[in-house]
């Protein structure tokens, strides 16, 4: 399917918002099952903008329990442990 610069941007809005897709293709009236596609094929253009707007937001809520983790806070040394675990096995 081909996005309007506008759908475009909104995608990329939405996605850092966190909606899910089927919401997403509500909002910017596109078909769900075409977007999902979309979205789950690495390559195309929609799949980066989604994926990018979505890890920008998960960088900064991992910066701020980082963050947290320093100061002492037990949740947050817990959630940073498990990002490290994590990133150790995908090495």
Do not use: C, H, W
């Amino acid at each position: 399917m081909t996005y309007t610069q506008t759908q475009i941007e909104l995608i990329d809005k939405y996605a850092s918002l966190l909606f899910r897709i089927s919401d997403i293709a509500l909002l910017v009236d596109a078909n769900p099952d075409e977007l999902r596609d979309e979205i789950s094929n690495k390559t195309t253009e929609i799949s980066k903008i989604y994926y990018k707007a979505k890890l920008q937001v998960i960088t900064r809520l991992r910066a701020q329990e980082i963050e947290q983790a320093e100061l002492g806070s037990n949740t947050a040394i817990e959630l940073v442990s498990r990002y490290i675990q994590e990133q150790q096995l995908d090495e």
